[in-house]
């Protein structure tokens, strides 16, 4: 019923360092890039960036949304590859800057890290491996998994309305996550090129609509378990505008089950024409 392996968490080699495979004799290993949406991120970027593998990193990209508290001064500081936003256009709109970078930089596997340090760092390559391995299309952080949800401090409201949402997702799609709005995921090149992500919101339901057009497109998803922290400088969605992102989140399902059942193609479900349309 699912294709989505759930291994145990093994925090021990989290950050292990990264061999070759050219010095092995094998393949060359995939263009891994990190890419950072960010917005009024000073305060928690270098912990951030800090606490990244320290080895087979290619690029680490962050587009600064029009940030007005020295995020991308700090970030040129820090040797990260800096795109700013003249204007802010909200965490989906950040996001296509990301993608579309990224796959033009040449990048096979792109993980998208919060600079908020919410979601741990170290575990990159547990989200890089299985798509290296060639077991999905795209790797999700996990929170629901391992049962350490509330370790971190996250909210039980926020919990309870991520439980909701994930069942209405899993029906909606016939398929089985057990979250769909974790902000820690990887997506391999073949993923991004198949969807057309410039067609989605600029809003918070861009995390939905992505997923939802990679299982319309016949994508494999794998999840990992992850720990988060919840704090004063991490980014959080408070409790009215997690009312409206999960109302949004409702109107993607049902415009994708219209689309299932041959009575309407929404905008975001449309095939990007091609590679070149994406990364315009």
């Known amino acids: 019923m699912t294709d989505i392996p759930t291994p145990a968490p093994d925090h021990r080699t989290s950050n292990r360092p990264r061999v070759s495979s050219v010095a092995r004799g094998e393949e060359p290993a995939p263009c891994v890039m990190v890419v950072m949406p960010a917005y009024n ?12 593998p320290a080895e087979g990193i290619a690029e680490i990209i962050l587009v600064d949304d029009a940030s007005r508290d020295g995020t991308p001064e700090l970030a040129d500081a820090l040797g990260l590859t800096v795109i700013r936003h003249p204007r802010n256009l909200g965490y989906g709109g950040n996001q296509k800057t990301c993608y579309r970078e990224a796959l033009a930089r040449g990048a ?7 600079p908020d ?12 491996d299985p798509i290296t391995r060639g077991d999905c299309d795209a790797a999700l952080g996990s929170r ?6 509330f370790e971190g401090g996250m909210p039980r409201w926020k919990y309870c309305a991520n439980i909701a949402l994930t069942a209405a997702f899993n029906l909606a799609t016939g398929r089985f996550l057990t979250e769909c709005h974790s902000g820690f995921r990887a997506y391999s090149r073949r993923y991004l090129t ?4 410039t067609a989605n919101s600029n809003s918070f339901v861009f995390d939905v609509q992505i997923l939802l057009q990679g299982m319309d497109a016949g994508m494999r998803f794998y999840e ?19 009312t ?9 399902l049902a415009a994708y089950r219209l689309h299932r059942m041959g009575l309407w193609t929404p905008a975001f479900l449309r095939r990007p024409a091609s590679v070149e349309e994406i990364s315009a």
Request: aromatic share 14%; glycine share 6%; no cysteine.
């Open 108 to 114: 096979d596997i792109v993980v998208m890290v919060h």
């Open 244 to 252: 409206r992102y999960g109302l949004s989140i409702l109107v993607a």
């Open 194 to 197: 198949s969807v057309n992500f």
């Open 224 to 242: 990992y378990p992850i720990d988060t922290r919840y704090f004063a400088e991490a980014s959080q969605v408070r409790f009215l505008a997690g």
């Open 41 to 52: 991120a000073a305060r928690t970027l270098r912990a951030t960036v800090e606490d990244l």
């Open 144 to 149: 629901m998994l391992g049962g350490r949800y």
């Open 117 to 128: 340090h919410q979601y741990n760092p170290r575990l990159v390559f547990q989200l890089v």
